[in-house]
């Protein structure tokens, strides 16, 4: 059983930059694929950016691509989420999540276990 922790979240003006963490317990955390989404108000999770065990691989939703960097450290369990050149668009609830399966990554059903999520907000 895996315990995932999320922080960082906070309020920013557009154009600004967050980073956000999410940490491990409760298990191997190198042996977990790991994921980040968002939730909206009223709008469905989304996916927003997938790494692999070793972390040399990396995806992006095509909307935070170019501006997101997913990354981790297998060493401390921990994941990150570095945000640049945030949007107002990007407002929402932040959650961490890991799979054990080779399921689509993009697939809220993929993931076996979730954080509690870190709120983000970004004015304009």
């Known amino acids: 059983q895996v315990q995932l922790v999320e922080s960082g979240g906070g309020w920013v003006q557009a154009g600004g930059s967050l980073r956000l963490s999410c940490a491990a317990s409760?298990?191997?955390?190198?042996?977990?694929?790991m994921g980040w989404f968002r939730q909206a108000p009223g709008k469905e999770r989304e996916f927003v950016a997938a790494?692999?065990?070793?972390?040399?691989?990396?995806y992006y939703s095509d909307s935070v691509k170019a501006r997101f960097t997913i990354s981790r450290d297998n060493a401390k369990s921990t994941m990150y989420l570095q945000m640049n050149s945030l949007k107002p668009e990007d407002t929402a609830v932040y959650y961490c999540?890991?799979?054990?399966?080779?399921?689509?990554?993009?697939?809220?059903?993929?993931?076996?276990?979730w954080g509690q999520g870190t709120q983000v907000t970004v004015s304009s």
């Open positions: 790494i692999s065990w070793s972390g040399g691989r990396t």
């Open positions: 999540a890991a799979r054990s399966g080779n399921y689509d990554r993009t697939r809220v059903e993929s993931y076996d276990y």
């Open positions: 409760g298990g191997t955390f190198g042996n977990y694929r």
